[in-house]
């Protein structure tokens, strides 16, 4: 077992102090116009004094045509670097390392926000129309501009956001990606953007400058088998720092009765990673389960709810090996007490069961 109090280094820049990552965590307290609000800074800035090893930002969009949710965090733009300049300081002031995370939204983005959708493919449901070649490279070309960006100011890397059916996991889809150009069909042509991205922002950002993937197996069309096979190329392709999957219960079976043999967690950590480090996200509440991921072979965790529900959880594991998050629903005053801000707190409360009335 690897102890969750111990460093952990990467291929490329600082090492992390300890096992704890705070998830990407869509929170709707950035401005309209993707600039960061006092509330989302004290949010992010409470995680580091909590312990958190790297404190990740919510998915930052890297278009404006690519938002996927009122007050979502912009990375398109540089009237956005005065802001994000600020954090990545704050952070860093704090002992803990930093990133953006990269996001588009793709067909999933509202029309109320951004008008006509945008992804690889056309989607009825949501009205999104396809992308021409031309703007695919594009979307490739500002993924990585943002990733420049975020180095300028100041961060220590960036998260590429390839799950839960945002844009760059719609390239994945094998059943809707049948795109002609180069960009969609054989499984070479879908994990192509991705590939892409990596290899662009590796090649644009400075040697120390950190690069993670978040990936997801399940859902929105991912097949366990394809997705085990790209994520062990991707960690073997000598370009990433960390692979971030995002397994909705570390624990549970997969839903594909041919790999249900063993819990999801233990598909991933059996893979080669090469250099990269692996973690993992998905019901992780209390100590022992941290305990348990690691045991398993994850290189460390990414917290969501439980660093919702405790600022300074990574502390209060360390001080306690029972330590175990407060059960659900809390009171608003509580969620207000570990820094949440208004928005963020009534966001909790459309979770089912999260929030005291």
């Known amino acids: 077992m690897t102890d969750y109090t111990a460093p952990m280094t990467f291929a490329h820049g600082p090492a992390m102090a300890n096992r704890f990552m705070l998830a990407p965590l869509t929170n709707l307290q950035s401005n309209p116009d993707g600039t960061l609000s006092d509330d989302e800074i004290n949010w992010l800035v409470k995680r580091a004094e909590g312990g958190f090893g790297l404190v990740m930002t919510a998915a930052a969009h890297v278009q404006q045509q690519g938002q996927g949710f009122p007050g979502q965090l912009g990375i398109w733009s540089d009237d956005h670097l005065p802001g994000l300049t600020r954090l990545a300081s704050l952070l860093r002031e704090r002992g803990a390392l930093s990133s953006v995370q990269l996001h588009h939204a793709g067909i999933r983005s509202p029309q109320d926000l ?61 059943d809707n990606n049948l795109r002609e150009d180069g960009w969609g069909g054989s499984y070479e042509n879908r994990t192509r953007m991705i590939r892409e991205v990596v290899a662009g922002v590796r090649a644009a950002t400075g040697p120390q400058f950190q690069v993670g993937l978040r990936l997801s197996p399940e ?134 069961g999260f929030v005291e009335g």
């Open 114 to 174: 951004v008008g006509t959708p945008v992804g690889p493919f056309a989607d009825a449901e949501t009205g999104a129309r396809a992308l021409s070649t031309a703007e695919v490279e594009q979307l490739r070309d500002d993924f990585i501009a943002a990733a420049v960006r975020a180095e300028r100011a100041g961060f220590d890397g960036v998260e590429i956001h390839g799950a839960h059916g945002y844009v760059l996991a719609q390239f994945l889809d094998g």
């Open 219 to 352: 859902r929105f069309n991912i097949k366990l088998a394809e997705a085990k096979r790209f994520a062990e190329e991707m960690m073997t392709g000598g370009s990433l720092d960390y692979l971030d999957m995002s397994l909705w219960d570390c624990f549970k079976l997969p839903n594909e009765a041919e790999h249900a043999d063993r819990p999801l967690i233990a598909h991933f950590t059996a893979l080669e990673r090469g250099e990269t480090r692996l973690g993992v996200a998905g019901k992780i509440m209390d100590a022992a389960k941290v305990r348990a991921c690691l045991d398993e072979g994850a290189d460390f965790v990414l917290l969501g709810r439980g660093a919702i529900l405790h600022h300074d959880f990574p502390a209060r594991a360390k001080a306690d090996a029972d330590f175990a998050s407060v059960p659900n629903p809390v009171t608003r005053a509580h969620l207000r007490a570990e820094g949440l801000g208004p928005g963020f707190v009534e966001y909790m409360a459309t979770w089912k």
